[in-house]
């Protein structure tokens, strides 16, 4: 195994995880975009969980619309007007996703975890 220079302390390693398009072309999910749809669950608004996150409107539209489109079936359905307005929902399928992201992040964090110990 390659080591590090002598001398370096205190030290781990890190990363981030995100699933991506086979060509790279684009992201499907990443720690944001779960933590958008956490918030739609949280808040049933797409426009609210935007605002949580400090992030317009526009761009959380832009991240779930990406993830609709690149996934067989919605990730998140939103709903028009009425009585109570509109809002937004996460299904069953954005919550499968958003469990099968946590599982892989905590293999992932185990990972770099092992990594680090090995410095």
Known sequence: MQELPSGV??????GSIWIERADGSERYLGK?????????????SISKAAQAMQMSYKRAWDLITSMNTQ???PLVATQVG???????IVTDEGHRA????????????AFMREETQKL
């Open 9 to 14: 302390k205190d030290i781990k390693v890190a």
């Open 71 to 73: 996934s067989e079936k």
């Open 82 to 88: 009425g009585k109570q307005g509109g809002g937004a």
């Open 32 to 44: 944001g975009r779960i933590q958008l749809m956490e918030l739609i669950i949280e808040h049933g």
């Open 98 to 109: 958003i469990e099968a992201y946590k599982a892989l992040q905590q293999r992932f964090e």
